[in-house]
């Protein structure tokens, strides 16, 4: 199936669906950690949608990475804030999209940096297949197949609403 | 012009000085370093950047603070570090600098952070990996000579921006012997590109270098006029054996002209900050009321260059 750019899903629509499939775990007690950019966004809402009390944790796992011998460190890297106790905590990772699973990865080894979570979750907006690791999502609003060269990418505009956009290389 | 900094792209590949790079570099370098200040916060102060990579720490001049700096920023990268005990090693037994490096090189050294009584020795050493066609080896420059000492500037440049935020409304002062400090250089480089409007060198005559005014430095022989409604004050070292010879009359003469006193700092504005590179001498650069008082950032100053050491490190080797 090819996705046509104009037939791309709502994307705050996409929020309130995963919102509902993570509902059930609350009883846990839950702490949300964002990859910048896309998944902090996600995060910002499933907070709000969700009603939890703490802040979101914020990842960027430039640090992390496992391209940097190839890539060098990304010239835009924010400093990663986790405003909770990792140590015994119920975590749920959120990113927008889904794909090799190597950002998952390197996420995974930042927050073990700041304790032994009681466990990790994945929570993504969309997951497009073509994994490279045995990773996977707990959570998720839309499963899509793209072509190798296809980008999809989660932004937001200038009215702070998050629409999707997909690049072709 | 070629940059020897810069690789065929344009990306940071040696630190050398920050005379001639560009605006966007500066800010990345401090931009990253902020992002370090977080690593350097956890418990676990150690990001697996540079796992399996050797830096080493090439000391042909003595230094404490810059040493041990470069050593924990390397290691909360995960490196490797190795000290050379320059003065007890085979330059010692008359080995060239050229030879020691092709010895690491063939150690499987990764980076080299230099600091050499010699200004230029960083380049040579970067030059003579180039035509040896190690790109992969990687030079930061820890201070050469009265030539450059680019990762205090930019450490200075770190605490100018976590303090005042922005440098497009600052008014700086360097104060002291300014001719024989790569740290001013250093300083005077960074603040002019990322766009610091005025710039004042504080000091005698006999201490200030004649090309001052061309870098649009203000020059101030005195210091009351010269700190007026500053918002940064940047103390530098005087040192010892300058008090001897033939430039200055000695150092309680020097203290009643040129040191921060507190009535001297009042001439700044209420909030400015104080910085010193270390190390300070009490009593003739500074006085203890200012050098501990709460307009002073000289610790945070320390704090500051490891995550800048950690950034700079990282992106070299990075490119």
């Known amino acids: ?169 | 012009m070629h940059n020897p900094q810069l690789n065929k792209n344009g990306e940071l590949t040696h630190l050398l000085s920050t005379e001639g790079l560009p605006a966007a570099i500066l800010t990345q370098i401090l931009d990253t370093a902020a992002s370090f200040m977080e690593v350097s916060s956890r418990d676990v102060k150690k990001v697996p950047l540079l796992r399996g990579k050797s830096v080493f720490n090439l000391f042909f001049e003595n230094s404490t603070r810059t040493r041990t700096t470069f050593e924990i920023a390397a290691k909360r990268l995960s490196a490797d570090v190795i000290n050379l005990d320059i003065t007890r090693s085979s330059t010692a037994k008359g080995e060239t600098l050229l030879d020691t490096i092709d010895n690491l090189c063939a150690m499987d050294a990764n980076l080299f952070v230099v600091r050499h009584a010699s200004s230029g020795a960083p380049y040579l050493i970067a030059e003579h990996l180039r035509k040896i066609g190690r790109d992969d080896i990687h030079v930061v420059n820890a201070g050469d000579g009265r030539h450059a000492h680019p990762t205090q500037g930019l450490l200075d440049m770190y605490t100018i921006r976590h303090y005042k935020k922005d440098f497009t409304q600052l008014r700086v002062a360097i104060v002291g012997d300014i001719l024989h400090s790569r740290v001013a250089r250093s300083d005077i480089h960074a603040l002019t590109t990322l766009g610091v409007p005025e710039v004042r060198a504080i000091g005698p005559e006999t201490l200030l270098p004649k090309y001052l005014d061309k870098l649009g430095v203000h020059v101030y022989h005195d210091m009351a006029a010269g700190l007026r409604d500053c918002d940064v004050v940047i103390m530098l070292r005087l040192q010892n054996e300058r008090m001897n010879g033939a430039l200055l009359p000695s150092a309680g003469e020097y203290f009643r002209h040129y040191g921060l006193t507190p009535q001297m700092l009042a001439q700044a504005k209420p909030d400015a900050i104080v910085m010193h590179p270390g190390p300070m001498n009490r009593g003739v650069e500074i006085h203890s009321a200012v050098a501990d008082g709460p307009q002073a950032v000289i610790l945070p100053q320390v704090t500051f260059g490891i995550a800048v050491r950690m950034a700079v490190m990282s992106i070299v080797a990075g490119n």
């Open chain 1, 1 to 169: 199936m090819t996705l046509l750019p104009d037939s791309l899903p709502d994307a705050e629509a996409q929020c309130q669906q995963l919102a509902e499939a993570i509902r059930p775990s609350l009883s846990k007690n839950p702490a949300l950690v964002g990859i910048f950019s896309g998944g902090v966004w996600i995060a910002e809402r499933l907070r709000a949608l969700l009603g939890l009390a703490d802040e979101i944790g914020m990842i960027d796992v430039s640090f992390y990475r496992d391209d940097f011998a190839e890539k060098g460190l990304h010239p835009q890297c924010r400093p990663t804030t986790i405003p909770f106790d990792v140590q015994d905590r119920h975590i749920i990772l959120v990113d927008d999209v889904l794909y090799t699973g190597r950002t998952t990865r390197a996420a995974i080894n930042e927050l073990f940096d700041y304790g032994r979570p009681a466990s990790v979750q994945l929570a993504v907006l969309a997951d497009r297949g073509g994994r490279e690791l045995p990773i996977d999502k707990s959570f998720e609003a839309w499963e899509v197949t793209l072509g190798e060269g296809a980008n999809l990418v989660l932004e937001s505009n200038p009215q702070g609403l998050l629409a999707w956009r997909l690049e072709n290389a």
